[in-house]
């Protein structure tokens, strides 16, 4: 099945660049997507890509895609402690006809630092 | 506000007791998912509806676990003879059925089973 990994921590200070990396196993047509969770709270979603993309620019946010190595990023530009939370991966296949259920990461908790 | 709503927020329950989650999607939404996140770890999915129908459960999933969409709109998700372990947060999103399948989650219902 759909496997998908994340670093577990990362510390920056606040107005440096962020950038959290997540890796993936399938190999189909997917769609990848950013959610951010702040304590206690659902999931916000931030931004997505589709597997025949190399990039996308959402404001702050800039998601690369290496489709070769299965690798995504995720990078925060000028990062403020209100981004402090934890960043989840998730992928789910193109599926015609039918739901797409979502495989997260574990999370990777970002931490701002003054 | 018409994001995804839970109710209740939180739920403090006794070993062995029944409870009963509810859902209310987007409006316009016709796709349902029903995920759980314990501690530490990123959102699992558990089922999802495409408007009244239940397409998919996952083998997490126990029998002790039911969950409805009776007209095609809110759902209810209901865990019999609760176990410590189903303590976790139990996370809806809803989507618009697109190839995309974007999905937007609630703040989440956290269950406690002491």
């Known amino acids: 099945g759909e496997d998908v990994e994340q670093s577990l921590f990362l510390s920056v200070r606040e107005g440096d660049s962020s950038v959290i990396n997540c890796t993936y196993t399938?190999?189909?047509?997917?769609?990848l997507y950013w959610y951010k969770q702040e304590p206690g709270a659902g999931l916000q979603l931030l931004t997505y890509?589709?597997?025949?993309?190399d990039m996308k620019q959402d404001q702050r946010l800039t998601v690369l895609l290496n489709k070769k190595d299965k690798h995504l990023s995720l990078r925060i530009a000028d990062t403020q402690t209100g981004d402090s939370a934890i960043y989840f991966c998730a992928e789910t296949p193109i599926l015609t006809g039918g739901g797409n259920k979502l495989t997260f990461g574990t999370g990777t908790q970002l931490k701002v630092e003054l | 506000d018409t994001g995804v709503s839970q109710n209740p927020r939180h739920k403090i329950t006794k070993r062995g007791q029944n409870v009963t989650f509810r859902c209310d999607p987007i409006s316009e939404h016709n796709r349902l998912y029903w995920y759980r996140q314990t501690l530490g770890q990123g959102p699992e999915f558990l089922t999802y509806f495409q408007n009244e129908a239940q397409l998919e459960k996952s083998r997490l999933l126990s029998d002790r676990f039911s969950a409805e969409r009776p007209k095609g709109s809110f759902s209810t998700l209901e865990i019999q003879r609760t176990e410590q372990g189903d303590s976790a947060m139990y996370l809806c999103?809803?989507?618009?059925?697109?190839?995309?399948?974007?999905?937007?989650f609630g703040p989440g219902t956290r269950l406690t089973v002491l």
């Open positions: 999103a809803s989507s618009f059925e697109t190839t995309r399948d974007t999905q937007y």
């Open positions: 399938d190999s189909s047509s997917t769609y």
């Open positions: 890509i589709f597997s025949n993309m």
